[in-house]
């Protein structure tokens, strides 16, 4: 570490010749950008000099100013230390005088203007009900560890770059997987091992929309698919959903290029496309040449219900770019996701994954095959399932229990998460519910940014005019869940100002 931090420091020093001001100004402007923390110890003067090829006394005098400025604190045989207490800079103050910031590309233009913001997540919470999070303990540490190991110690005499759709026996296995899993059946090369989901969408939307296409999107929606699509300057087409899924047939009008849809379990409403539609959809698909992102994120979890295959199985093997992800199974930190592409876009996906990123680590995919190929994978997905089956009851139990009849619970059957929907309660108190909940230690987070249009009422018997929120449960413990629940419910009474609501 310091010595990473000596090499910045010096860099291009000794061939510029860095004289005491500029070696004052380097470490200045490492330490307000914190490089150096508050307290670390810094080079000695005369090791910093040596390393700078300088003399001592340039960098004796240079730390002498700091120490004059309240930046370091220099004590009699010791090595200079970062004051814990800077007066006069702020972290990430380096001294720049605002200006116009420099003009992006038209992507980088829409994106710091509508990217959508980002969500650190609290450590400190009693229960987070955040989407997404999935538990560490669920995790098959050791098939893992196992695994990664052989991989580590497997490894080829040369080290050189990997095919950029993965690896041939990870991209078999996962053949077999999507065969027996998802009744899937496809050839190796029409798999792309990608990193998560995410990267798959990414790579859709820059082969596949220009500036100014459609693309139909399920209203309400994943946003981080809407976001990376809406980036390319394509333009969205929101188009209803309803107990069966995305209603296919208004998709004739919207003139869309593209269609994204989440088929087995509509995020994040819950339902799962009827058989109907999904042949109306594919039909559609056929008719315009358009494509179908399909993505299949958290098939593996199915409580209630039979599974339906998926479109890419039903004939859309010239239309359908199916995305399937771990990151629900095992962990979405291992970042590996695949997509299963029509053939005639084999090659060309290959080479934006080549220029995106040469191709997802290696090791990783080898793990992962072994998983699949011992049938690990399988059984630690039965696993999770029974896991989430259980955490799933207890949000529902939890949920009867505190709010009985104020709230309607939607899209339980499947995935890891519900839509729950208070009763009677306008979306407007969602930021004051959240803001209690939070203060009592419960992560809460509204089903509005979901939404394309947030003022659009297409259904007027249900609830887009009733408070709504999104609560994943997956990284949650039963007795967090009803502890949870319990603080909820005070945040709910005391936010709306109502009574004991049970
Ligand atoms: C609809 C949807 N698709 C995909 C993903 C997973 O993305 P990734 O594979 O990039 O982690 C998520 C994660 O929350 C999701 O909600």
């Known amino acids: 570490m310091v010595q990473s931090r000596k090499q910045n420091s010096s860099s291009g020093s000794s061939s510029s010749g860095l004289g005491a001001r500029g070696i ?13 923390g508050r307290g670390d110890v810094l080079p000695s003067a005369r090791a910093l000099a040596v390393e700078l090829g300088v003399s001592r006394t340039t960098v004796t005098s240079a730390y002498e100013q700091l120490a004059a400025e309240g930046f ?29 910031p420099h003009s992006l590309s ?17 450590e400190k919470l009693v229960a987070d009900f955040r989407y997404g999070d999935m538990s560490a303990s669920d995790f098959p540490t050791l098939a893992w560890r196992k695994a990664m190991n052989d991989a580590a110690l497997g490894r080829p005499p040369k080290l050189s770059y990997g095919d950029p759709c993965g690896s041939i026996r990870l991209r078999s296995a996962l053949q077999g997987y ?45 946003p981080m698919a809407r976001s990376v699509f809406e980036m390319t300057g394509a333009i969205a087409a929101p188009v209803e959903v309803d107990a069966e899924g995305i209603r296919a047939d208004l998709l004739a009008d919207v003139g869309a290029r593209l269609a994204y849809v989440t088929p087995s ?19 559609w698909a056929k008719e315009k040449r358009a494509y179908i992102v399909e993505d299949d994120y958290d098939s593996e979890y199915r409580f209630d219900m039979n599974p339906i295959p998926p479109l890419r199985a039903l004939g859309g093997a010239s239309n359908v770019i199916y995305i399937g ?72 139990d939890a949920l009867q229990a505190e709010f009985r009849d104020l709230v309607r619970v939607e899209g339980a059957e499947a995935g890891l998460h519900v839509v729950v929907w208070f009763h009677d309660t306008p979306p407007a108190m969602a930021a004051s ?18 939404y394309f249009d947030q003022t659009l009422d297409f259904d007027q018997t249900l609830d887009r005019s009733c408070l709504g929120l999104v609560m994943g449960y997956a990284s949650l413990t039963e007795s967090q869940i009803h502890r949870g629940l319990k603080l909820l419910r005070r945040a709910y009474e005391e936010a709306t100002g109502s009574g004991d609501v049970s």
């Not at 004052?24 to 150096?36: D, F, G, P, S, T």
């Not at 379990?265 to 039909?283: E, I, N, T």
């Open 72 to 100: 370091v604190v220099i004590r009699h045989g010791a090595r200079p230390r970062v004051a814990i207490k800077i007066a006069h800079s702020e972290p990430g103050d380096l001294g720049h005088t605002a200006a116009e």
């Open 325 to 396: 992800t771990v990151s629900k199974t095992l962990s979405p930190l291992l970042r590996i996701g695949y997509v299963v592409v029509p053939r005639e876009l084999q090659e060309v996906f290959a080479h934006a994954k080549r220029l995106t990123d040469r191709h997802a680590p290696s090791l990783e995919q080898e793990a992962l095959a072994t998983l699949l190929e011992t049938r690990v994978y399988e059984s630690h997905v039965r696993k999770a399932r029974r896991q989430n089956a259980r955490r799933r009851a207890a949000l529902l």
């Open 265 to 283: 379990h509509q995020f994040p409403l819950g339902s799962v496309m009827s058989m109907g539609r999904r042949q109306q959809l594919l039909g």
């Open 178 to 222: 999507l065969w027996r899993a998802r009744s899937i059946r496809c050839e190796v090369g029409e798999i792309v091992v990608v990193n998560g989901s995410q990267q798959g969408l990414d790579l859709c939307a820059r082969l596949l929309l220009d500036e100014g296409d459609g693309f139909a999107i399920e209203e309400p929606c994943y």
């Open 24 to 36: 004052y100004e380097n470490l200045r402007e490492q330490i307000v950008a914190e490089v150096y």
């Open 106 to 122: 038209a992507f980088g233009e829409r994106l710091r203007s509508r990217a959508i913001p980002m969500r650190v997540a609290s």
């Open 433 to 450: 519910f959240i803001e209690k909940a939070a203060s009592l230690g419960v992560g809460i987070y509204s089903i509005s940014p979901h």
